[in-house]
């Protein structure tokens, strides 16, 4: 099996900056691309950020400019380094990935348990 854990969530003022971690662990013989989401209250989950395996990376218009998604392949970890943050960014952010467990095995995907962001005016 496979887990992903997001840790870094916390409560910071408006203009503020927080870096959040995402490390998969487990059975794995490849990470795709790996994938931060965001769900605030009240709203559907969407998508913020995702970086390839290569380092390529896309942004959601609302982050673009202030978030910046990074990786570490040897240590099966994505990072999320959130500048400038608005109180509109307070969300539960989600870390996601695609997930190959063996050569011959299908792409997986796997979610963590999310992590909490509060930014306050």
């Known amino acids: 099996q496979v887990q992903l854990e997001e840790s870094g969530g916390g409560m910071v003022q408006a203009g503020g900056s927080l870096r959040l971690s995402c490390a998969a662990s487990g059975t794995i013989f490849s990470i795709g691309d790996m994938r931060w989401y965001r769900q605030a209250p009240g709203k559907q989950r969407e998508w913020v950020a995702t970086?390839?395996?290569?380092?390529?990376?896309n942004y959601a218009d609302s982050v673009k400019g202030r978030f910046s998604i990074s990786r570490d392949n040897a240590r099966n970890t994505a990072y999320l380094q959130m500048n400038s943050l608005k109180p509109e960014d307070t969300a539960v952010y989600y870390c996601n990935a695609g997930v190959q467990q063996a050569k011959w095995r299908s792409w997986d995907p796997y979610w963590g348990q999310g992590t909490q962001v509060t930014v306050s005016s």
């Open positions: 970086i390839a395996s290569d380092g390529s990376a």
